[in-house]
């Protein structure tokens, strides 16, 4: 078969760029990006169709180099208005770009990239996102505890509903509880359990963005077992199909994407119950110890005043101000100047009608300078404008002062 005559380095490949397909589906990206999605599936081919061993190492090697190229530009051009997991993936796809060209330079054979060396991501990201909902607004309405709950009893047919408190340290305990046990090595079937468990309840939910999110978690779960990625390799032509159906009809798409994940996990199941686990404790190496690096500066960065969003802050109810914020112990520090220049929203009047209705949501709290230039640019073009207090008046054109990696780093929604 195509699939088990390969390494399994190849496999990973195969099942990681499945992943990105399956992203693009599942975020509708097909009409803002079809180069990419025909790219990925182009390069793709060669490993997909043929034997490894009728295939030459140098050709294979930087045909995913130009594949990571594709991705992480496509997230590029879609910043700053990405998901938390994308932005996850488009920092350990930085790593692997710099890692594998460091090989290429000092000419050691074939930049060889084993996603299995960042196994530890995943565990970590689970981590850092339960850490961010240790906040006092989170543990006082569960807000994403609550959209979970609702989802599942409205699939359930009840009316149930369970105190805040409970759901808030419920949901922080398990995706915390699944990261620590993930990293460790004598308990990583629990880990595995547990993240498992977490991710079918997040989907059903029946958002495509958690479902993505649920679907990365599992493939890279499926990382953890190192002698076999065959079953879930299914994830391919289900990822190719998608392309197709997405086009035609929204509920079809719906029912395939969540359809899929499901299969996915079944998969994954049976792979555990044939492989056994990789129970070896992971080494940090340098590539590692720069990718937790970026996962722990972009986990502070609201703290630093540098952005409020994609911090890995999802459905955290996390809130910040130039002074001050509503996490149970990090400090407010403001290093970056973002935070200074902010505005009650109930002082602000624009006649840029997305504008106003996006703000009339925001009554009682405070908006950015960039934040509130960049929606009107991007609502209304350079002319939009928003009068505030009455005294001081922004434009969209204003937006263009900050710099491209200002425009595109700094988010705050």
Same mark, same amino acid.
Request: net charge positive; with cysteine.
């Given at each position: 078969?195509?699939?088990?005559?390969?390494?399994?380095?190849?496999?990973?490949?195969?099942?990681?760029?499945?992943?990105?397909?399956?992203?693009?589906?599942?975020?509708?990206?097909?009409?803002?990006?079809?180069?990419?999605? !025909?790219?990925?599936?182009?390069?793709? *081919?060669? /490993? #997909?169709?043929?034997? =490894? $061993?009728?295939?030459?190492? %140098?050709?294979?090697?930087?045909?995913?180099?130009?594949?990571?190229?594709?991705?992480?530009?496509?997230?590029?051009?879609?910043?700053?208005?990405?998901?938390?997991?994308?932005?996850?993936?488009?920092?350990?796809?930085?790593?692997?770009?710099?890692?594998?060209?460091?090989?290429?330079?000092?000419?050691?054979?074939?930049?060889?990239?084993?996603?299995?060396?960042?196994?530890?991501?995943?565990?970590?990201?689970?981590?850092?996102?339960?850490?961010?909902?240790?906040?006092?607004?989170?543990?006082?309405?569960?807000?994403?505890?609550?959209?979970?709950?609702?989802?599942?009893?409205?699939?359930?047919?009840?009316?149930?509903?369970?105190?805040?408190?409970?759901?808030?340290?419920?949901?922080?305990? !398990?995706?915390?509880?699944?990261?620590? *046990?993930? /990293? #460790?090595?004598?308990? =990583? $079937?629990?880990?595995?359990? %547990?993240?498992?468990?977490?991710?079918?309840?997040?989907?059903?939910?029946?958002?495509?963005?958690?479902?993505?999110?649920?679907?990365?978690?599992?493939?890279?779960?499926?990382?953890?077992?190192?002698?076999?990625?065959?079953?879930?390799?299914?994830?391919?032509?289900?990822?190719?199909?998608?392309?197709?159906?997405?086009?035609?009809?929204?509920?079809?798409?719906?029912?395939?994407?969540?359809?899929?994940?499901?299969?996915?996990?079944?998969?994954?199941?049976?792979?555990?119950?044939?492989?056994?686990?990789?129970?070896?404790?992971?080494?940090?190496?340098?590539?590692?110890?720069?990718?937790?690096?970026?996962?722990?500066?972009?986990?502070?960065?609201?703290?630093?005043?540098?952005?409020?969003?994609?911090?890995?802050?999802?459905?955290?109810?996390?809130?910040?101000?130039?002074?001050?914020?509503?996490?149970?112990?990090?400090?407010?520090?403001?290093?970056?100047?973002?935070?200074?220049?902010?505005?009650?929203?109930?002082?602000?009047?624009?006649?840029?009608?997305?504008?106003?209705?996006?703000?009339?949501?925001?009554?009682?709290?405070?908006?950015?300078?960039?934040?509130?230039?960049?929606?009107?640019?991007?609502?209304?073009?350079?002319?939009?404008?928003?009068?505030?207090?009455?005294?001081?008046?922004?434009?969209?054109?204003?937006?263009?002062?900050?710099?491209?990696?200002?425009?595109?780093?700094?988010?705050?929604?």
């Amino acid at each position: 078969m195509i699939f088990t005559n390969k390494r399994i380095e190849d496999q990973e490949y195969l099942l990681y760029f499945a992943l990105i397909v399956f992203h693009i589906v599942a975020f509708q990206w097909w009409q803002l990006a079809p180069w990419a999605v !025909l790219a990925i599936v182009m390069l793709q *081919l060669p /490993l #997909l169709v043929f034997s =490894r $061993k009728r295939m030459f190492e %140098l050709l294979t090697r930087p045909i995913q180099l130009i594949i990571l190229f594709i991705w992480l530009a496509v997230l590029w051009m879609r910043t700053p208005y990405m998901a938390n997991h994308l932005l996850f993936e488009g920092l350990v796809i930085l790593v692997l770009i710099i890692t594998s060209l460091i090989r290429l330079a000092k000419r050691q054979n074939i930049p060889r990239v084993r996603f299995r060396h960042f196994r530890m991501a995943l565990p970590i990201l689970y981590i850092l996102a339960a850490l961010q909902k240790c906040n006092t607004d989170f543990l006082d309405s569960a807000y994403s505890a609550h959209v979970l709950e609702g989802a599942i009893m409205h699939r359930l047919g009840s009316g149930m509903q369970l105190p805040s408190l409970v759901l808030a340290l419920g949901t922080i305990l !398990l995706e915390l509880s699944a990261g620590i *046990l993930l /990293l #460790l090595s004598r308990t =990583r $079937k629990w880990g595995i359990a %547990l993240a498992l468990v977490m991710h079918v309840l997040f989907a059903m939910t029946g958002d495509a963005g958690i479902i993505s999110f649920s679907m990365l978690g599992v493939v890279w779960l499926s990382f953890f077992l190192p002698k076999s990625r065959t079953k879930v390799m299914i994830l391919w032509p289900v990822s190719i199909a998608l392309v197709g159906i997405s086009q035609f009809d929204y509920t079809l798409r719906m029912t395939a994407l969540e359809l899929s994940f499901y299969i996915i996990v079944v998969m994954f199941i049976w792979d555990w119950f044939t492989v056994n686990l990789d129970e070896n404790s992971e080494q940090v190496k340098l590539p590692q110890q720069v990718l937790i690096g970026l996962l722990l500066f972009n986990f502070l960065t609201p703290y630093l005043g540098l952005k409020s969003a994609q911090a890995f802050n999802m459905f955290s109810d996390l809130k910040v101000s130039a002074s001050t914020n509503n996490h149970l112990w990090m400090p407010q520090l403001t290093v970056f100047p973002y935070l200074k220049e902010s505005y009650p929203v109930n002082e602000i009047e624009t006649d840029c009608e997305k504008v106003a209705t996006n703000l009339n949501t925001r009554a009682s709290s405070t908006t950015t300078h960039i934040q509130l230039t960049r929606s009107l640019m991007r609502n209304c073009g350079s002319q939009g404008a928003a009068m505030i207090a009455k005294s001081e008046e922004v434009t969209g054109a204003d937006y263009l002062e900050y710099h491209l990696l200002e425009r595109k780093l700094v988010v705050f929604e």
